[in-house]
C-alpha cells in the first residue's frame, strides 16, 4: 500500500522520464531549478496540457507540490548518490540544476511501451508551454500553469 503521488518510485521515474524527453542529459542542457518537477510530476502521468485540467484539479496539483518539493529535495539526494543524475548548485537563483546520467540508467527503462503514455504526456507538455520548461523560471512555470487557469497561488 502506498500513495501514488507520494511514493519515490513514483517520483524517480516521473523524473527520470521528464529529464530524458526533455533531454536534459548534460550539464548545458540541464534542468533548471529541480523545484519545478513538484508541479509537472502530475502533468506527466495525467495528461500533458494542463488547460485541459478542472480548475479544482489544477489548485489540488498546485496545493500538492508544496509537499513534494521536500520530497523531491531527498529524491535527488539518492538519484545522485546512485549516479542515475548529476546535479550542480545554481547560484543565481540559489537552487538544484540537475540533468540525467542517460549511461547509468538501464537501457530498457526508457521502453516506449512501458511509458508511452508518460512521454506523451511531457512531449505535449514541451509543445504548449511558451517557453523552455527546462530553462525557464520557477515563477513563470507557476504563472504559466496555475496562474493563467484562474488558480490562486502564493510564494513559491
Keep these: 500500500m502506498f500513495i501514488q503521488k507520494e ?5 524517480a521515474y516521473s523524473t527520470i522520464i521528464l529529464l530524458k524527453v ?3 542529459t548534460n550539464e548545458e542542457k540541464r534542468f533548471r531549478d529541480f523545484r519545478k518537477i513538484a508541479y509537472l510530476v502530475d502533468f506527466v502521468n495525467e495528461g500533458g496540457e494542463p488547460s485541459l485540467f478542472e480548475e ?30 548529476s546535479v550542480s548548485v545554481n547560484k543565481s537563483s540559489q537552487t538544484i540544476d540537475l540533468w540525467l546520467n542517460k549511461e547509468f540508467i ?28 527546462r530553462s525557464m523560471p520557477i515563477k513563470s512555470l507557476v504563472k ?10 502564493w510564494g513559491v
Design 56 to 85: 479544482q484539479q489544477l489548485a489540488d496539483i498546485y496545493n500538492k507540490a508544496q509537499i513534494k518539493k521536500k520530497l523531491l529535495h531527498h529524491l535527488i539526494i539518492v538519484l545522485k548518490n546512485r549516479e542515475l543524475i
Design 22 to 24: 526533455l533531454d536534459c
Design 106 to 133: 538501464p537501457g530498457d527503462f526508457f521502453d516506449t511501451e512501458i511509458f508511452e503514455n508518460e512521454i506523451a504526456n511531457v512531449t505535449e507538455l514541451k509543445r504548449v508551454m511558451t517557453l523552455k520548461v
Design 7 to 11: 511514493d519515490y518510485n513514483y517520483l
Design 144 to 153: 504559466k500553469i496555475f496562474d493563467d487557469n484562474n488558480i490562486l497561488t
